[in-house]
């Protein structure tokens, strides 16, 4: 079977794809309808089938005779710590802690917050709740109370599961002050707060009354079964940034991911059961939800948690040494990752220290990956490092390579090809099919395949305005693209104000949100700008009040403070520039394209729509001095 044969059969006749790529997972009942609508006249996969997600990643494979095997590593170097869990074991710890949320009154259809660091107890909750058909949404780590707020009122939890810490390189993140204070903001009141107590700072469990101990909880529970959901039954929430400042509750359904994910597994990553594959990512974020924790489980390959960096824990080379020692056969990063090792060993002088004889494939995605770390990659570690591309909203890739099939072949600065269910287009403004070599807009024609989106968590308003009333007929994705002549494209970033911070997808609305609410400012626009080592990073450019006395060093440091403290560190917000005036349009829209190329000191055409060209010249002038402070 050619690559290619499979994309026509899954875009012609999608319900016969489908169904037989359904018959590849266990279904406690097979669907008999694989493709309807709903309510709102949107696509719905496999209605009437039932299943379970952690029946799928665990019981199954216990069932099958495999469990003795290692379902789960957790290397941590960051703690000295090395686990390895079997899928008896892993089933153990899971079935008792849905035990556990099944005392607290948690039942099918309630909706549970996961804010934890990368440890093995994080996918044990993940699951427990997927056991037990609580729809869970797992909030990174490294947001700022003010996010988690935000997720807690709009999906309104049953229970909220922490940690008492992360780490990150040497320092200790203690969670539980973030979390109170999350919870003093919140107006909607968790119930049930569970801890899992990690020892690593002090006085921490019992920092606030009401606390539920995880392991205690854990110890004290019967273990409970799986229950049968429908295909359609959410799994999990995951809040991504969109082009307001409040996050979009991406709800994600059972059926249609399961589906999806163990085609990846085997058409995508090429990777065989009882192999070992390492997703790199956090839990918090997309990759990590299907690629961390359900594709490798479904497809029965060990999964790696790990909870370090690239460099600095301790070198350069713990990746390396990672695949090495636990013999991974495929990876995932984020080019980021493979950009800060370039820099920290440009020779690969540490890759030499591994024996890399079973690792097979690196996968990229997450930010646009530049050919200069590609070619590093394909001269130090000597085996393919293929670019592809995808959203939280897909869940699993959307171009890429068919990997089994060797006309796919990588072509360097292109995230690959459509893969099958994904009917990509490039579109101009008004519509219109552009020709090869145009950059336009990145369309999808729908239905979406399996495993996309179910839509945005109560607001399906909000989901069609986001994605689907741009163009009729067709999903739009926010990213500008490319189409060559064989098919490949090339992104060319997004198109709206949501940025890429070392692959974290962050938005620019919502900290213009933060920066506009600093009581010396009158108005702003906050950019990604390119960088190095992160792809991008935000840049902020303000106008103060009339009459402001606040020097511009005080202002930029109060502002890049409050940016750590309402979105989080990870937003990486360090320059603000203040400005006189912001450049506009006639009609009072700031142009912050025309901001970003002339801080990336990149050409540029001057807006026909723009107010007065003369503030171009200002604009450029701030900048030099800027970049000379
Ligand atoms: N909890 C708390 N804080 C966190 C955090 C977490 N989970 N993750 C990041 N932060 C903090 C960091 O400590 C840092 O804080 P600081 O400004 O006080 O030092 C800040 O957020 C920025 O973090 P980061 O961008 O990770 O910078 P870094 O210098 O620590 O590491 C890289 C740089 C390139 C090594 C790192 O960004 C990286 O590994 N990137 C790859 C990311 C990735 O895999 N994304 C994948 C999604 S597919
Ligand atoms: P997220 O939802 O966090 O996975 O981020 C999705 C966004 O990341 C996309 O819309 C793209 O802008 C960007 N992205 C993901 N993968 C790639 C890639 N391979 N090349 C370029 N941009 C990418």
Same mark, same amino acid.
């Given at each position: ?306 909870? *370090? /960096? %690239? #460099?600095?824990?301790? !070198?350069?080379?713990? +990746?390396?040494?990672?695949?090495? @020692? ?89 995230? *690959? /090809? %459509? #893969?099958?269910?994904? !009917?990509?287009?490039? +579109?101009?403004?008004?519509?219109? @099919? ?96 390119? !960088? ?98």
């Amino acid at each position: 079977m050619k690559a290619k044969d499979l994309f026509y059969r899954s875009i012609e006749d999608h319900e016969t794809f489908w169904k037989e790529q359904a018959k590849e997972i266990s279904w406690f009942h097979f669907p008999g309808q694989i493709i309807s609508k709903d309510e709102n006249d949107y696509t719905q996969w496999f209605a009437d089938g039932k299943l379970n997600m952690c029946y799928l990643c665990i019981d199954k494979h216990i069932e099958d005779g495999f469990g003795e095997e290692i379902a789960i590593i957790y290397d941590s170097p960051v703690t000295n710590q090395k686990l390895k869990y079997t899928y008896h074991q892993a089933k153990e710890e899971i079935s008792k802690l849905a035990g556990g949320l099944l005392s607290l009154g948690l039942k099918k259809g309630d909706t549970a917050v996961i804010y934890m660091p990368m440890i093995p107890q994080t996918l044990f909750s993940m699951l427990a709740c997927a056991r037990i058909g609580v729809i869970h949404n797992v909030v990174f780590g490294g947001f700022a109370p003010h996010e988690l707020v935000v997720r807690i009122d709009d999906c309104k939890p049953k229970a909220l599961i922490t940690a008492t810490a992360g780490v990150e390189i040497a320092k200790r993140i203690p969670y539980l002050p973030l979390v109170e204070k999350a919870i003093e903001l919140a107006q909607d009141k968790v119930e049930n707060i569970i801890v899992f107590n990690r020892k690593l700072v002090e006085n921490q469990h019992e920092m606030f009354d009401g606390l539920i101990d995880y392991e205690e909880l854990v110890q004290n529970s019967k273990p409970a079964d799986c229950v049968s959901v429908e295909s359609n039954h959410p799994l999990y929430l995951l809040y991504t940034s969109g082009t307001t400042g409040k996050p979009k509750g991406i709800t994600r359904d059972s059926g249609g991911y399961a589906t999806a994910l163990k085609f990846s597994m085997k058409y995508i990553y090429g990777i065989e059961p009882g192999e070992t594959f390492w997703a790199a990512s956090d839990f918090g974020w997309a990759v990590g939800h299907s690629y961390t924790v359900y594709g490798p489980l479904i497809n029965r390959n060990t999964t790696i948690i790990f909870e *370090g /960096k %690239p #460099i600095m824990t301790p !070198d350069a080379g713990t +990746f390396w040494r990672i695949i090495s @020692e636990y013999k991974v056969a495929a990876m995932f990063t984020a080019p980021t990752a493979i950009r800060a090792i370039k820099k920290e060993d440009p020779n690969g002088e540490l890759v030499k220290k591994y024996d890399l004889s079973n690792f097979k494939k690196q996968f990229l995605a997450g930010e646009r990956c530049d050919v200069s770390t590609l070619d590093w990659f394909a001269e130090h570690i000597g085996v393919p490092a293929i670019d592809h591309w995808w959203q939280t909203e897909s869940g699993s890739p959307m171009l890429g390579l068919m990997t089994f099939d060797n006309d796919y072949k990588i072509k360097r600065a292109s995230a *690959g /090809k %459509p #893969i099958p269910g994904y !009917d990509i287009k490039i +579109f101009d403004e008004n519509g219109y @099919e552009l020709d090869e070599h145009k950059e336009g807009y990145l369309v999808i024609k729908l239905p979406l395949p399996p495993g996309a989106m179910l839509g945005i968590w109560n607001d399906y308003d909000r989901f069609e305005k986001s994605y689907l009333s741009q163009y009729k007929g067709y999903y739009f994705s926010g990213d500008g693209a490319i189409k060559d002549e064989d098919g490949y494209i090339f992104i060319t970033g997004r198109v709206d104000d949501v940025i890429n911070v070392a692959g974290h997808r962050l938005s620019t609305s919502e900290m213009e949100e933060v920066v506009s609410s600093h009581p010396d400012v009158a108005e702003c626009a906050v950019v990604g700008i390119d !960088d190095n080592l992160r792809g991008q990073v935000p840049f902020a450019t303000v106008v103060l009040k009339n009459g402001s006395q606040i020097s511009e060093i005080d202002v930029e440091k109060q502002i890049v403070s409050s940016i750590r403290e309402k979105i989080g560190a990870v937003a990486v917000l360090k320059s603000v520039m203040v400005v006189k005036r912001l450049p506009k349009t006639r009609s009072g829209k700031i142009l912050r394209k025309l901001i970003r190329t002339i801080i990336d000191g990149r050409d540029f055409q001057i807006p026909s729509t723009i107010d007065d060209e003369k503030i171009i010249d200002e604009l450029k002038e701030k900048i030099e001095q800027y970049k000379t402070n």
